[in-house]
């Protein structure tokens, strides 16, 4: 059959993020025989008049959407990802008979919300890369695909949803062909990274988050020698600078510790980041693996350091726990972002002063703390059931696709704010949701591609603020 794969994410900010899952599907897809297309919304200045000459040119069968993100997660100036993909929908059903399929991490959190709003025949949840292949093998031959595992759809205004395949705890880490489907070289001079997932699943408990819902809370992890084939397989096509994008990198500690051993081995020049740390496990032996590895930049995210928040969002570690990894990164000359979420339970004006405190007092000027107020609540989290409880919310679970957000009663948003505004003030190596928000930040990332700079650019962050500053702009 002809297929054709849609990555809608349109989002620049901070920097673009290569369509992982949807160059899977693609390459899956491909494997399994059927001829593919690939339209990437991203860098289109006309999303409209590109999808009518695909349409007229290519006359697919299937259709397959890609929606990465439902929004943006500001709670201050939010942005529906959804509300902007619907002139592209009316266009594909406008233009088009073909059966449209859904995907991507959105669909697997909100997948009969999606399924209504786009009106599409099916819904693929989890690893899309399986899934996907399934299904056209039962519609390229006329069979009914209900009996797909992961497959969710509307039936008489009804929402069904199969089971997700059972997977062995072994991830194959791979990555796609990306240059075959979409435009590398744009990419990569905005300073996007390359996404190596070393490990499916989550077992940690955060009170807010979907990665269980997403990946499960089973661990499927990969084997070292898999990563470090993967990172070569990479440089060799161009590849320098790679994120690990596990929703957190270092639990399983060992298997952390053997996949940096295991890079290290390979000695492929290629330079490291990861964004998603867990303080609970940072010691001075995982950092010295990963700076031996080759890793330019970590993050951690720590959400808070005060213990009333820490366990009100159910995080499992300590604020002793945060302090030590604080003593940690200061024993060594890794850069480090550390990330704070501001407004949950239990925040208060003393939690407020107190993470700020910690962050004034333990961050070195060369790191940065981005700051976040406001958290994101989706139907299905503990969460949403909190919110209900606290009467701080009353919208049904299908009212929620477009931005909900939960801030504690106990502190007035305003307040927050002003706060974090403050301690940014007398510190620029501090940033909030406005800072990723500059509408000028793609244009720093092509200057500072065009300079030779590597990302991490948030490495810069104290001097691209003074510099912002003096031609007035008020970041």
């Known amino acids: 059959m002809n297929i054709l794969i849609i990555s809608t994410n349109r989002s620049t900010l901070p920097m673009p993020v290569l369509p992982l899952g949807a160059c ?12 593919v297309r690939f339209v990437d919304f991203m860098f289109k200045k006309d999303v409209i008049q590109t999808l009518k000459k695909e349409l007229m040119e290519s006359k697919p069968d299937i259709i ?12 201050e100036h939010p942005v529906f990802f959804i509300d902007e993909m619907r002139p592209a929908i009316d266009i594909l059903r406008s233009m088009s008979d073909s059966t449209l399929v859904i995907g991507g991490a959105a669909v697997s959190v909100m997948p009969e ?5 786009t009106g599409a025949e099916f819904a693929v949840t989890g690893d899309g890369e399986f899934v996907f292949p399934l299904l056209l093998d039962k519609l390229s031959v006329g069979k009914s695909p209900m009996d ?12 069904m949803m ?15 062909d990306f240059a075959r489907w979409i435009n590398l070289r744009a990419y990569l001079s905005r300073l996007s990274t390359a ?39 990479l440089v060799q096509r161009g590849f320098r600078d790679i994120e690990f994008v596990d929703n957190v990198f270092n639990y399983p500690y060992h298997h952390a510790l053997e996949i940096c051993e295991g890079i290290a081995r390979a000695r492929t020049g290629a330079r490291f980041q990861s964004l998603e740390l867990n303080p609970l496990f940072i010691d001075d032996d995982l950092i010295t693996a990963m700076e031996r590895a080759g890793f330019a930049a970590i993050g951690i995210t720590v959400e808070s350091a005060a213990d009333d928040v820490l366990k009100g969002l159910r995080k499992g570690f300590t604020v002793d726990d945060v302090y030590n990894s604080a003593r940690v990164i200061r024993r060594h000359s890794l850069p480090c972002a550390w990330i704070f979420m501001f407004g949950g339970p239990g925040e208060t004006e003393a939690t407020v002063k107190e993470t700020l405190r910690f962050a004034e007092t333990y961050i070195r000027r060369e790191d ?21 409880e606290e ?14 957000f939960y801030n504690s009663p106990a502190i007035d948003y305003h307040y927050m704010k002003k706060k974090i505004e403050d301690v940014m003030n007398k510190n620029m190596n501090f940033i909030n949701s406005d800072s990723i928000g500059l509408s000028v930040l793609p244009l720093i990332h092509r200057v500072g591609y065009k300079l030779g700079l590597r990302p991490p650019l948030w490495r810069f962050t104290r001097y691209i603020r003074r510099g912002l500053r003096l031609l007035g702009m008020d970041v």
């Open 24 to 35: 899977k599907v693609a390459d899956a897809a491909e494997r399994s025989g059927h001829v």
């Open 64 to 75: 397959g959407l890609s929606i990465r993100n439902i929004d943006n997660n500001d709670c």
């Open 113 to 117: 919300e999606l399924l209504r709003v």
């Open 148 to 159: 797909v595992p992961g497959l969710a759809w509307i039936e008489n205004d009804r929402f």
């Open 162 to 176: 199969n089971a997700g395949l059972q997977c062995d705890s072994v991830h194959e880490c791979w990555t796609p």
């Open 195 to 233: 996404p190596v997932q070393t490990k499916l699943g989550c077992h940690f408990q955060c009170i807010y988050c979907t990665y269980r819902k997403i990946e499960g809370n089973v661990y499927r992890v990969s084997s070292p020698e898999c990563v470090a084939d993967t990172v070569k397989q």
């Open 368 to 388: 940065i703390a981005f700051f976040g107020a406001g958290i994101r609540i989706y139907p299905g989290t503990e969460l949403e059931s909190f919110a209900r």
């Open 391 to 404: 009467g701080l919310l009353s919208l049904p679970p299908h009212k929620m696709l477009p931005p909900v």
